[in-house]
C-alpha cells in the first residue's frame, strides 16, 4: 500500500508540478493584456475584450496555479500553534483540514461541471452524464452561453478550465492526505 500512495504521490506531484510552472507564467500574459488596455484607451479606440480577457487569464492563473501552490506549502496558514507543533501532531491536523478541503473541492468541482454543462446548452440533472457523452461525441452541445458584454465570449473555455482546476487542486489534496498519513506512520516524505 505504500508503494502505491508513493507512485501517486510522484504522479500527481509531477503533473501539478508542471502545470504550475506553466500557470505561473500567466501573470506575465495578464500584464499583457492591461498593458494593451492601457494603450488601446489612450491612444485608439478602446478594446471590447481587454477586461473579460483580463478576467479570463486571470481565473486560469489563479485556479491553475492553485495546486502548485498547495504542494509547495505556500499557501496561507496559522502558525500561532501549529508551528510549534511536533511532525507528527501537524500531520493528524493536516488530514482533519485536508479531509474538510476535499469535501469542499468536491461540491465545487460537481458546481463547476453543472455550470460547464449549462454553458455547453445542458439544463438537464445530469451533468456529469452529458459532459461524457459530448467529450466521446454521443452527445451534442446546445445553444451555447455568452457573456452579457459588448463582447459577448463564450463561457465554457473559462468553466472548463475551473473544471481542471478543481479536480487537479483534488488530486493535490489526496496526495497531500497521503503525505499526511505516511508521516503519521513516521515515514519522511
Not at 506575465?28 to 479606440?45: Q, T
Not at 471590447?48 to 506549502?73: C, D, H, K, N, R
Not at 468536491?106 to 461524457?132: D, K, Q
Request: aromatic residues 16%; proline residues 3%.
Amino acid at each position: 500500500m505504500r508503494r502505491v500512495m508513493h507512485r501517486y504521490i510522484r504522479a500527481v506531484d509531477a503533473v501539478n508540478y508542471r502545470i504550475g510552472r506553466v500557470a505561473m507564467y500567466g501573470i506575465f500574459v495578464l500584464m499583457g493584456i492591461l498593458l494593451w488596455s492601457s494603450i488601446s484607451k489612450s491612444f485608439f479606440l478602446p478594446s471590447l475584450w481587454t477586461l473579460e480577457m483580463a478576467q479570463f487569464v486571470m481565473v486560469g492563473y489563479y485556479i491553475l496555479g492553485g495546486p502548485y501552490s498547495l504542494q509547495l506549502g505556500s499557501n496561507v496558514r496559522m502558525d500561532l500553534l501549529y508551528g510549534e507543533w511536533s511532525i507528527r501532531k501537524k500531520a493528524w491536523f493536516d488530514v482533519v483540514t485536508v479531509l474538510l478541503l476535499i469535501f469542499y473541492l468536491c461540491v465545487l468541482l460537481y458546481g463547476a461541471v453543472a455550470s460547464t454543462a449549462y454553458s455547453l446548452g445542458y439544463w438537464g440533472s445530469e451533468p456529469f452524464t452529458y459532459l461524457g457523452s459530448v467529450i466521446i461525441g454521443v452527445e451534442e452541445v446546445g445553444r451555447m452561453e455568452r457573456a452579457s458584454s459588448a463582447w459577448r465570449p463564450y463561457l465554457w473555455p473559462i468553466k472548463g478550465v475551473m473544471v481542471i482546476g478543481f479536480f487537479l487542486m483534488l488530486l493535490q489534496c489526496t496526495s497531500e492526505l497521503c503525505k499526511d498519513i505516511l508521516r503519521i506512520k513516521g515515514e519522511t516524505i
